[in-house]
């Protein structure tokens, strides 16, 4: 069995007595960074064993998980924060798993986009999940596409890229489109910008409300 066991984006309270209790149980824990999971599992005094799995060993790592589970092995995945396989690595190692016949269990638990999303004061009851635009190639085509979009749209992005991603959807959506940027989600200096696009733009223009992990909420074209 194979668990995707989602982890806290903030408070380290936002984890489920059931989550707790796979990582307990499981025989390995693949983490994104061993390190940040570390942390984690101290807190709660799991001493489960654990292995990198990421985006640069996912491709050679997948088999050999895939063989140990097969084995019998109880494994669980989590990323850094949040579920495995949203922005994460997870859908390649999940799906190798379905074709050997191994039975996947998602647990519910955090993700960064509903909070973002439930909170925006932006439609719900719609939406498209973009996550990390593409830096270069077909950048201007996902941006063409989202503003194009009839419901709400949302994306991951990097306080390092946060001016440049504004400021494109500006042009892309038009500076009237209502949008919100959640920042640092469940923790301290957790945050909502709301506003239009270009009260947006104003602020992050100023500089100094960007820091931390953003997520950006666009509203539907129309
Ligand atoms: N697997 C994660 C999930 O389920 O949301 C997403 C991982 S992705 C590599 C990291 C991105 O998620 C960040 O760049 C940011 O856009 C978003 N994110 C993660 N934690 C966040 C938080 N506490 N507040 C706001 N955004 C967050």
Not at 17 to 33: C, F, G, N, S
Not at 63 to 87: F, H, N, Q, T
Not at 171 to 198: D, F, N, V
């Amino acid at each position: 069995m194979l668990y995707l066991v989602p982890t806290p984006i903030g408070n380290l309270e936002d984890i489920s007595l059931r989550a707790l209790r796979t990582l307990k149980e499981v025989d390995l824990i693949l983490a994104e960074d061993t390190r940040v999971s570390k942390r984690l599992l101290q807190h709660y005094e799991i001493s489960t064993p654990m292995q990198a799995y990421h985006a640069h060993n996912e491709h050679h790592k997948t088999k050999k998980v895939v063989e140990e589970l097969l084995a019998g092995k109880r494994i669980a995945l989590v990323s850094d924060a949040g579920s495995p396989g949203i922005s994460d690595p997870g859908f390649l190692l999940v799906r190798a798993c379905l074709e050997a016949g191994i039975e996947v269990q998602s647990l519910p638990g955090p993700t960064a986009f509903v909070p973002a999303l439930t909170a925006s004061g932006l439609p719900a009851d719609r939406f498209h999940f973009e996550g990390f635009l593409p830096h270069k190639k077909g950048r201007k085509k996902r941006l063409t596409y989202l503003a194009s979009l009839p419901h709400t749209f949302i994306l991951y992005e990097s306080p390092h890229r946060i001016q440049r991603c504004i400021k494109e959807l500006n042009e892309y959506c038009g500076p009237e489109r209502p949008a919100c940027l959640a920042r640092e989600l469940s923790k301290i200096h957790e945050e909502y910008l709301r506003g239009t696009l270009a009260d947006l733009a104003e602020v992050v223009e100023r500089g100094h409300k960007v820091k931390g992990e953003i997520v950006v909420i666009v509203g539907g074209d129309g």
